[in-house]
Nanobody, 125 residues
Framework: QVQLVESGGGLVQPGGSLRLLCAAS????????MAWFRQAPGKEREFVAR????????FYADSVEGRFTISRNRARNTMFLQMDNLKFEDTAVYYC??????????????????WGQGTQVTVSS
């Protein structure tokens, strides 16, 4: 079955950068939608960014627009989230998500069938 594994999280100071990686395996991903979500302690899981596997159509949450960049490498079945100018409020567990078809419910976690285990991002001075 499809498996997603995140990595790259860690501790960073405000204004710093991190790059998250999602390694996908267990299938072919042509036509998939791939996304990043995050969840802070005691908070609801929220949408961060989405990319379509084939045409690289991207969409960002307002809270990260201009600071985060989502990308993918089709040959390596890998997705990235480059996070720049990090803020305290970016602290969360970040999850990789995927769906085998494109949905108009881009920001709805229920629209994604596959999830990784999450990687912790902590922004602190």
């Amino acid at each position: 079955q499809v498996q997603l594994v995140e990595s790259g999280g860690g501790l960073v100071q405000p204004g710093g950068s991190l790059r998250l990686l999602c390694a996908a395996s267990g299938g072919t991903f042509s036509g998939f939608a791939m996304a990043w979500f995050r969840q802070a302690p005691g908070k609801e899981r929220e949408f961060v960014a989405r990319i379509t596997w084939n045409l690289e159509s991207v969409f960002y949450a307002d809270s990260v627009e201009g600071r985060f960049t989502i990308s993918r490498n089709r040959a390596r079945n890998t997705m990235f989230l480059q996070m720049d100018n990090l803020k305290f409020e970016d602290t969360a567990v970040y999850y990789c998500a995927a769906n085998r078809y494109y949905s108009s419910r881009i920001q709805d976690s229920g629209a994604y069938d596959y999830w990784g285990q999450g990687t912790q991002v902590t922004v602190s001075s």
